[in-house]
Every structure is written in structure tokens, then in C-alpha cells.
């Protein structure tokens, strides 16, 4: 009955101020779309993917030592190195001065993440920028400059392009419906926050029920109050 009675009272303490309830949710959600739709500029990725060829002593061994635990340890580690090389600051330097770009290679380095495939020996480079056409080249070029480097600092036999990058279409970011919705319940949360901190600092007496509940003595009675209206 208690807990019944406690709802009842937070129910009345935000209908009394739905306005703020209603309100400021609308008003995040609003501000966030406005930020998401214009403000921020959309990013695209693209993304390209290579395989890297065994030494000739390795392959004939491969067959062998497949379901060897050290193998596949090894072979995290030779992806871990891959990835390294990838983006090091040659191949990003290289990348630069492939496409002529106006960056330096912290500001390159950044937009790139290398993703090794586990226990495999295929790489995947993903390439984020504002300019979708020119993302793609950036990891095309990154695929081609990082085949030059690891053939001649692994001695491999090739490295091979599973997939090029091509022009992505759509943006991966930011995710506008996701920003608004997520916009939308922190401005709910707030809204229930304020208008209980309100009820909180709020010690005025409108009602007979807060006269019981502040100063803790009965209403014995209660004058009604008319509109009086003006004589002519």
C-alpha cells in the first residue's frame, strides 16, 4: 500500500510539471538532429584486403606443421608484424607522396587502422576520411605501397589483393538516428531529474494535502475562493 501510495506521489510530482518532462527531451533530440543532419560532416570508409605469400622454405613445410599449435602462434605474431609494416611511417610517407597529398603522415595515420585476421595471414586496411572517393585511393595506394615493403623486408614470395577498395556510398558516421534517439533519453533522464530537484527545493503550500505534509497538523478547513466579478 505504501509503495502503491509513493507512485502515486511521483506520478503527481511530474504531471504537475509535464511541461519540462515533454519539453526539454524534444529540445535534446531537436539539437542533436540539427548537429547530426548539419553540422557534422559525414565519414566514409573504405576498405581493402590482401593475403601475403609464404616464403618458398615455408610453403613446402605448410602441409606438415598445419596443425601445429606453434604455427598458428607463429602466424599471429608474422600478422601482428604485417600490420606493423603496413602502417609504418615509410608506407604512410610513401602513401603521401603516391597521391600527392597535402597531410602528414600523424594526420594520415590516424584515418588508418590495420585489422589482421586471426590465424590467418590476411590483412584488411580500412581508410576513414570525409571524402569518400578519396578514402578508397588512400587504401588502394596503402595495399600497394605496403606489398612494395613487406616483399622486400619479409622476403616473401607475394601479396596478393583479395578485394580493392572501391567508393563507399553511404557514411559509417555519424549515425543520426542512433544521436537523436540516444539525444532524446539523456534529455528524458534530465527532465525527471530537474523536475524532482524542483519538488525538492519547492517549500511553498498551495494545497491542503501540504499542509499536513510540511507542517504536520490537520486542516480543519478550507475557504473556497470565488471570482468576483466586476459590477457595472
Do not use: C
Not at 1 to 20: G, N
Not at 117 to 143: C, F, G, W
Not at 197 to 205: C, K, R
Amino acid at each position: 500500500m505504501e509503495e502503491e501510495i509513493e507512485l502515486r506521489q511521483y506520478w503527481e510530482v511530474l504531471r504537475k510539471r509535464w511541461i519540462i518532462v515533454v519539453i526539454l527531451p524534444l529540445i535534446a533530440a531537436l539539437t542533436s538532429g540539427i548537429i547530426s543532419f548539419y553540422v557534422i560532416k559525414p565519414v566514409y570508409q573504405a576498405s581493402t584486403t590482401l593475403i601475403v605469400g609464404k616464403k618458398a622454405a615455408e610453403s613446402g613445410q605448410a602441409a606438415v606443421q598445419m596443425l601445429d599449435n606453434s604455427v598458428l602462434q607463429a602466424n599471429l605474431q608474422l600478422a601482428k608484424t604485417y600490420a606493423t609494416i603496413a602502417q609504418s611511417r615509410t608506407v604512410e610517407q610513401n602513401v603521401i607522396e603516391d597521391l600527392d597529398l597535402s597531410l602528414t603522415v600523424g594526420a594520415l595515420d590516424s584515418m588508418i587502422s590495420i585489422n589482421p585476421v586471426k590465424t590467418t595471414e590476411i590483412l584488411e586496411i580500412q581508410v576513414l576520411n570525409i571524402d569518400p572517393v578519396l578514402a578508397a585511393s588512400i587504401a588502394n595506394s596503402m595495399a600497394q605501397e605496403f606489398s612494395k615493403a613487406v616483399i622486400e623486408i619479409k622476403k616473401v614470395d607475394s601479396v596478393s589483393i583479395v578485394d580493392s577498395a572501391v567508393t563507399p556510398d553511404k557514411p559509417v558516421k555519424p549515425n543520426k538516428t542512433l544521436n537523436v534517439l540516444i539525444a532524446f533519453v539523456v534529455g528524458l533522464m534530465a527532465s525527471v531529474g530537474v523536475v524532482f530537484l524542483l519538488e525538492y527545493i519547492d517549500n511553498t503550500i498551495k494545497t491542503s494535502d501540504d499542509v499536513e505534509k510540511l507542517l504536520g497538523i490537520p486542516v480543519l478547513g478550507v475557504i473556497p475562493h470565488y471570482e468576483i466579478g466586476k459590477q457595472g
